[in-house]
């Protein structure tokens, strides 16, 4: 496929979400989720499914524990434009016909991320609760848990309504019980895998 013709997932979603789950899910239906990976120290989920060299141009934006931008706008921008090219082109390689991003700091680059080509959006959310509760499990810092996550979603949100952006709303509990929303987000951002990755990815939700 050609790179122009490839289209972006963007996964919108707080740490600890159930995140991982949709974006592992997406990458085993055939999306190609831009290697290499950051790898967690939770055994449940040692793949973030978060491109590591992606997650750093954020990390250089936005500050993960204060959640505060302590870099240059136009520097990611500059990134994205220039990565998404060669990610565009690593999966064409692959006969992938889309390409997911996942990290929680896209919240804040919302605008960014609305100027890509053929790209939906896919929120996915989880009470703050059960966040929390993944949050201290994990050991992870406050920011991971229900107190980023309400300054994320926060975030989210008022980006989507003011720049008035279609979306999918996925709640993480209904995403693991229910093969209608899995069908469901597949439809919206158009992807359609065939038995086998279908099966890989059913397996991979279990």
């Known amino acids: 496929m050609k790179a122009e013709e490839i289209q972006t997932i ?5 740490w600890s979400s159930g995140s991982t789950a949709v974006a592992g899910f997406l990458a085993k239906c055939g999306a190609y989720s831009c290697f290499p990976h950051l790898i967690t120290n939770d055994s449940k989920t040692p793949d973030a499914y978060e491109p590591l060299y992606y997650r750093d141009a954020l990390t250089r934006l936005v500050d993960e524990s204060t959640l ?4 240059q706008p136009f520097e990611f921008k500059a990134f994205l434009i220039s990565w998404m090219v060669e990610q565009k082109h690593a999966a064409g390689n692959c006969g992938a016909t889309h390409i997911v991003l996942k990290h929680p700091l896209q919240a804040f680059v919302l605008e960014e991320l609305a100027r890509l080509p053929k790209v939906r959006f896919v929120v996915v959310h ?7 509760k993944t949050r201290c499990r ?6 991971y848990g229900a107190n980023g996550a309400k300054e994320i979603y926060n975030t ?4 989507l309504q003011e720049l008035e952006l279609d979306y999918l709303s996925v709640p993480y509990a209904k995403f693991r019980e229910q093969r209608t929303l899995r069908n469901t987000l597949l439809n919206y951002v158009d992807l359609h895998p065939n038995s086998r990755l279908r099966r890989s990815a059913e397996e991979f939700v279990r």
């Open 10 to 14: 963007v996964i919108l979603s707080s």
């Open 156 to 159: 989210i949100y008022s980006g």
């Open 138 to 143: 994990r050991y992870w810092p406050p920011s």
């Open 126 to 132: 989880r009470p703050f609760e059960e966040i929390e």
């Open 68 to 71: 505060q931008t302590t870099g």
